[in-house]
């Protein structure tokens, strides 16, 4: 029983109400509040989700027209890249900042390993053999280093991957790993007569915090396309999206 459609483009739920007790218990009623804030959010800030939503066009008029790829991995590869992307997209509108890093650094990675599984097809097979055994696993460890990968898309678009390190960085310092800048984000204290107490704000409420999470999301997405767009120079062309994506470049 499918909610959504496979190729990611919506759908419609089974029911067209909540179900029974929705909101009743705390995970449903974060996952209420979240979703409205997706609402609130494309309301408030339409500039920043049009922007998203520009950039979302972008992965989808592409992928609807990679017909016969030469190379299967790449083309997957920016499939999870764009899932990844829309994924930062939600919890960026859902007012959750440092998952949405997360989510952004997958798009990330997945870029990266699209790039430099094209420009070094032999270490498809480096990459697969992963759970081999203990060597084997040691074998990609050494291979698939985020230095390594970054200094391949450099060799071809040195613009690119300045862009990236400088985003990369940004993924880890807010929250792709356990960090104090988005720790302390997040950081709340009360104090009263009798306790102090520390909390975690899950969902912000700071709309300096929410527009500059979406334009980061925005940077991922740019980032994204460009280096899958060294993969398929002719077909971006062809298809009017390199002109697209200098266009979603300005401002950013």
Same mark, same amino acid.
């Given at each position: 029983?499918?909610?959504v459609?496979?190729d990611g483009?919506?759908?419609t739920?089974v029911?067209g109400?909540?179900p $029974?007790?929705? +909101?009743? *218990?705390?995970?449903s009623g ?9 609402l ?6 339409r500039?920043?989700? *049009?922007?998203?939503?520009?950039? *979302?066009?972008?992965?989808?008029d592409f992928?609807?027209n ?5 190379e ?12 990844s992307? &829309? ?11 440092? $998952?949405?890093?997360?989510?952004? &650094? +997958?798009c990330?990675?997945?870029s ?7 420009r070094? $097809?032999?270490t498809f ?9 203990d060597a084997?696993k040691q074998?990609?460890?050494n291979?698939f280093?985020i230095? &390594? ?7 071809s ?11 990369y960085d940004k993924t ?5 790993? $356990? ?11 009360? *104090?009263?007569?009798?306790r102090?107490?520390f909390s975690?704000a ?5 709309r300096?915090?929410? &527009? +500059?999470?979406m334009?980061?999301v ?10 899958f767009?060294?993969?398929?120079p002719?077909?971006f062309?062809l ?5 697209r ?8």
């Open positions: 029983m499918a909610h459609r496979t483009r919506g759908g739920p029911h109400h909540k $029974p007790g929705w +909101g009743d *218990d705390r995970l974060f996952l209420d509040s979240a979703s409205n804030n997706v609130a959010t494309a309301v408030q800030l500039d920043e989700y *049009d922007r998203l939503r520009q950039i *979302d066009d972008v992965f989808v992928t609807d990679l017909l016969n790829p030469q299967v991995v790449a083309p997957l590869l920016m499939l999870q890249a764009h899932a992307y &829309r994924a930062a997209a939600e919890l960026a509108m859902t007012c959750q900042s440092a $998952p949405a890093f997360m989510a952004m &650094r +997958g990330v990675e997945n990266l390993y699209g790039f430099y599984f094209h070094n $097809p032999q097979e480096v990459w697969t053999k992963r759970n081999d055994d084997a074998a990609v460890k291979e280093t230095r &390594r990968l970054k200094d391949c898309l450099a060799a678009d040195s613009a690119t991957a300045d862009a990236i390190t400088t985003l880890i310092d807010f929250g792709a790993h $356990p960090n104090v800048l988005a720790l302390a984000g997040a950081f709340r204290a009360k *104090d009263d007569e009798r102090h107490q975690v899950y969902l912000t409420d700071d300096t915090v929410i &527009r +500059g999470t334009k980061s925005a940077q991922t997405g740019v980032a994204s396309l460009s280096i767009r060294n993969v398929f002719e077909r062309d298809l009017g999206l390199t002109e994506l200098t266009a979603l470049r300005q401002g950013l």
